[in-house]
């Protein structure tokens, strides 16, 4: 008996392991933030500081929050500045930006509040003044976009959301170049 029961909440586990890691973030709202760094500040510099010192500040904030996901991309270029909500460029000039940041989160309410905590106003926005260009388009957020966030692989996992039938159909397509 105490085998069977044993047996019983290993297979539980497994079958709560399976679920837990097939759970797709679509539906949540994605936003993209490109982010300029100050012009004392080598990229390389900003990027340092951005990981290793303005990532913990934000770290408690976002997981207090519960935001899913928060990202940055170590990576530059340009692009037209535009306004978080706006689908139209600010200007038809391109901006350089430094970095990518995105957050992963239920509903606007969820930023707002986060953006309006406290720790945020006392400790994580002086913070984003030491490295960030607030001087820039956006106060240094040069572009933001906010839109629904679609998954269809997550670690190497199949977590689209999709029909079955559509899902089968590929699935069965791409098996045969293998």
């Known amino acids: 008996m ?15 392991a399976t679920l837990v890691s097939c ?6 709202l994605q936003m993209i933030t490109y982010v300029k760094r100050r012009s ?4 390389d510099e900003f990027w340092d ?3 290793t010192q303005h990532a913990p500040k934000v770290v ?8 899913s996901r928060y990202q940055q991309v170590q990576v530059g270029g340009q692009v037209l ?11 038809s000039e391109p901006v350089e930006f430094d970095g990518i940041a995105m957050f992963l989160y239920q509903t606007a309410d969820v930023l707002t509040a986060m953006l309006s905590h406290p720790y945020y106003l006392a400790i994580v926005e002086p913070d984003e003044h ?6 820039a388009f956006g106060n240094g957020m040069v572009a933001t976009y906010v839109g629904t966030h679609i998954e269809a692989v997550d670690q ?16 069965d397509i791409f098996n045969t170049y293998l």
């Not at 004392?40 to 990229?43: A, V």
């Not at 190497?156 to 699935?171: M, N, P």
């Open 130 to 135: 030491v490295f960030i260009d607030k001087e």
């Open 40 to 43: 004392d500040l080598t990229r």
């Open 156 to 171: 190497a996992k199949d977590v689209w959301v999709g029909d079955e039938a559509t899902r089968k159909k590929y699935q």
């Open 49 to 51: 500081y951005w990981q």
């Open 60 to 67: 408690p904030l976002a997981a207090h929050f519960n935001i």
């Open 23 to 28: 759970q797709s973030n679509t539906g949540l």
């Open 2 to 16: 105490a085998r069977l029961t044993s047996t019983l909440a290993l297979v539980a586990a497994l079958v709560l």
């Open 81 to 91: 500045p535009t306004e978080a909500g706006s689908e139209t460029p600010a200007s």
